[in-house]
């Protein structure tokens, strides 16, 4: 993981030489291969001086052209991201809830708006698990090697209300729309409009990702549910993302499912993608080799960023500035 910071950018050649006579083609001394004769005459004829003046023919003006001047190069950013550890209040829960938020390299310094990635934690775990798992440092190897924009990730800890409510909005759901996100965004140069912004999860935490943006689908540009435990038998038609996945007008919005072949979790998420398909609902299925585990998320990391940013420019100047003084 990355450090983190806890939350409270010659002229030789030019002479005359002795044989000749400045401004005559004649030598001074004709050579000859006979003995030469040298004639002096005692009297000089003078030549008169003066006369009609030597008319001067004006050179050509010549005006320099200038080189282009080269649209500047933006400077690339190689300073690195950080990790900010804070809290946030809600009185949802009763209490603060933590968060962690990765700040990609050279944050504020450009002064822009960054999309945002809210990524939900597995169930009876902490705000530290997407950390755990690498999320942010496969993040900032991509952006420093222009792969990948630069992106906000908030990674909240759930508390358990997530896992003592099903749906609705004093449920989980709650926090995240009402508490979690005005927080972040009243704090961070984080996206303000749904297109830059974007949620996922593993297990109970990719229940909670699908049920708030199937219920909400402008909210967010993407969602994604990582070996997504459909289990929850209090959810009803409403909340439940096995319905509302499917009989929900989702608009654009992007929906990433993925598990292991082996998962103990897959007979209901894998229901949902038939489901989904049978009502023409466009959303990408994958089927990976393994289980329910850290080292399947893990190995997995590189496809679910380049996902969610797939609709990102990579060029930070195509993003709006950013008011907030000092951000973060």
């Not at 030598?27 to 004639?39: A, C, W």
């Not at 009402?178 to 972040?184: A, C, H, Q, T, W």
């Not at 229940?207 to 289990?231: K, M, N």
Request: proline share 10%; hydrophobic share 35%; aromatic share 10%.
């Amino acid at each position: 993981m990355l450090v983190a910071i806890t939350a409270a950018c010659s002229s030789a050649s030019d002479a005359t030489t002795p044989n000749s006579i400045i401004g005559s083609s004649e030598p001074l001394i004709q050579e000859s291969q006979q003995t030469p004769t040298v004639r002096i005459s005692l009297t000089p004829t003078l030549v008169p001086t003066i006369g009609i003046p030597p008319t001067h023919t004006p050179l050509p003006t010549v005006t320099p052209t200038l080189p282009p001047t080269p649209s500047p190069t933006p400077t690339p950013c190689r300073s690195p991201g950080q990790i900010i550890i804070g809290q946030f209040q809600s009185y949802l829960a009763g209490k603060p809830l933590p968060y962690r938020i990765y700040l990609p390299p050279c944050y504020g310094a450009d002064g822009r708006f960054y999309p945002t990635l809210y990524m939900l934690h597995g169930g009876y775990l902490t705000e530290e698990h997407w950390d755990n798992l690498g999320l942010d440092e496969a993040a900032e190897d991509r952006i420093l090697a222009d792969l990948l924009p630069p992106l906000l990730i908030v990674m909240p800890g759930s508390g358990t209300l997530a896992q003592n409510t099903s749906g609705g909005p004093f449920s989980f759901e709650g926090v995240v729309l009402n508490e979690l996100i005005p927080f972040i965004e009243a704090n961070y140069c984080a996206s303000l409009d749904g297109d830059h912004r974007a949620i996922g999860g593993i297990s109970r935490g990719g229940y909670w990702a699908l049920e708030i943006a199937f219920r909400f689908p402008q909210t967010f540009a993407s969602v994604g549910g990582h070996s997504v435990a459909l289990l929850d038998k209090y959810a009803g038609s409403d909340i439940n993302p096995q319905y509302t996945g499917v009989y929900n007008d989702l608009t654009d919005l992007r929906v990433y499912l993925d598990i292991g072949a082996d998962d103990w979790v897959i007979n209901n998420i894998r229901r949902l993608h038939e489901d989904m398909l049978a009502a023409g609902k466009n959303h990408t299925w994958v089927l990976n080799q393994g289980t329910h585990e850290d080292v399947y998320w893990s190995n997995n990391l590189s496809d679910y960023l380049e996902w969610y940013a797939e609709p990102w420019s990579l060029e930070r100047q195509s993003y709006p500035d950013c008011p907030i003084d000092n951000p973060g």
